[in-house]
């Protein structure tokens, strides 16, 4: 018998955390090595979100030789694979393409690893909205964005055609979808963590909430960053 939410896949994409190559629009006032031990541990925390949901949680990592720094630093973790491709776009097009080719899942749910606010709740609820009838589902960030999008099958030109980390690619994305006759169901807005005034957010928001689940990992991070930051 399947377990419940083996048809529901949740798949992070994440990068490997090297200094100067991730969280770069955080530097300053961050250094780069401190951008990326806080990217590292926000990564940590999605995955002990991800992991707790109904569904099962697959990590799409970059780059591919960095296979074995994430299978040692998640062996809980049984589904990883590589991103392939040129460009976000690409790689988002081409591993939902897969998902749906392979029949990995009925409904997949793909979001980042720098959200360290969006709650278990909201992930269930993509899921959800899918299972009820919506071809596409949006979770839109604060900087017009999203930090999720869910989908029932490959859509290719919602990441080909859609330009990827711009200020309007939750409404292009929806625009498009709309016109390819898709129903979208879209989920409140949170935060990411991309820029400086992000990370103040951050800072207040955990600060406010010290009941908040999974963000034990970036709690220490952002502790040990203001001791050495100024």
């Not at 999720?148 to 690619?169: C, K, N």
């Not at 006759?181 to 990370?199: I, K, M, S």
Request: glycine share 8%.
């Amino acid at each position: 018998m399947a377990r419940a939410g083996e048809d529901r896949l949740t798949a992070i994409f994440a990068k490997h955390p090297t200094p100067g190559a991730v969280k770069t629009r955080l530097c300053p006032p961050l250094a780069p090595h401190e951008a990326a031990r806080l990217s590292e541990a926000m990564l940590r925390d999605a995955v002990a979100r991800a992991r707790a949901g109904a569904f099962r949680t697959a990590l799409v990592f970059a780059p591919a030789e960095r296979a074995g720094w994430f299978q040692e630093a998640f062996p809980e973790v049984a589904e990883q694979w590589p991103q392939a491709g040129a460009g976000l776009g690409a790689r988002l097009a081409g591993f939902v393409a897969q998902a749906f080719e392979r029949g990995l899942a009925r409904t997949l749910v793909i979001l980042g690893s720098d959200q360290p606010l969006v709650p278990l709740a909201c992930i269930e609820e993509a899921h959800a909205r899918l299972e009820q009838g919506a071809d596409c589902v949006l979770g839109p960030d604060l900087g017009g964005g999203y930090y999720l999008v869910g989908l029932r099958r490959s859509v290719p030109e919602l990441f080909t055609e859609v330009r990827m980390s711009s200020a309007d690619m939750a409404a292009a994305t929806r625009r498009l979808a709309r016109a390819r006759g898709l129903t979208v169901a879209e989920l409140p807005a949170h935060p990411d963590v991309d820029l400086p005034a992000d990370l103040e957010h951050l800072r207040t928001a955990l600060a406010a909430r010290v009941d908040l689940p999974f963000v034990d990992h970036t709690r220490r991070a952002l502790a040990e960053l203001a001791l050495s930051t100024p």
